[in-house]
């Protein structure tokens, strides 16, 4: 059986600077926001996906669930779920992904299976997962979403237009550009998919590996 979110205390990602009261009602408050979740399975899975701006990261995650029952934790979406008007300050993002770290942990120890959309860029922030992974002892799958950058440029362009609904980042191409120099390289195995290209094969490559 899975430890759950009672065994939270015991575990090392809640930082001393958050009130834990402020991380549990966070946490409620973004499980809220995820509507109906899908049934527990008996192995569930923790996907993480990993890239820049406007490469796809969104796309991808709404496509693999359509093929696989997950609750898909998108930071863009539930940054404006906490702070309606997000600053995107250093302080926001911690209390963010406490809330999210300490909701993935929950919701894996339930047996439910979680995508984490979210540029995760250094090592210093996969760490938190890679821990979540190991200490629940569930398969950890690391995503890395790439595209070309004129194409990324051509999306993010697009975006600033509002052209496409279901895009909930603020993120254009000067963000992309200056978050380019912190991609670190993932040191766990990873799935790369290119979305430029058609990326059926990845996911049927991914979901092979959920169920194997």
Not at 6 to 22: C, D, F, M, T
Not at 27 to 56: F, R
Not at 81 to 96: I, K, T
Request: with cysteine; aromatic share 6%.
């Amino acid at each position: 059986m899975l430890r759950g979110w009672h065994n939270l205390g015991k575990y090392p990602i809640i930082e001393k600077a958050v009130e834990r009261s402020q991380v549990t009602r966070d946490v409620q408050t973004l499980k809220e926001s995820l509507g109906e979740l899908p049934e527990p399975v008996v192995d569930p899975a923790l996907i993480v996906v990993s890239g820049l701006p406007g490469t796809g990261k969104s796309h991808f995650c709404r496509r693999l669930a359509e093929r696989l029952p997950v609750a898909i934790l998108e930071s863009d979406a539930l940054r404006k779920v906490l702070f309606p008007s997000p600053s995107y300050s250093r302080q926001e993002s911690s209390r963010l992904f406490e809330a999210c770290h300490a909701l993935i942990f929950e919701l894996l120890g339930k047996g439910i299976t979680v995508v984490l959309d979210a540029t995760n860029l250094t090592e210093r922030h996969r760490e938190h997962l890679y821990h979540i992974a190991d200490r629940l002892g569930v398969k950890l799958i690391m995503v890395r979403v790439e595209a070309p950058p004129e194409l990324v440029r051509q999306r993010l362009e697009a975006r600033v237009r509002g052209s496409n609904p279901e895009d909930r980042s603020d993120a254009d191409w000067r963000v992309y550009q200056k978050m380019k120099s912190s991609v670190q390289r993932i040191r766990r195995n990873y799935f790369t998919l290119d979305t430029s290209r058609d990326i059926t094969p990845v996911i049927d490559k991914i979901l092979r590996e959920v169920r194997r």
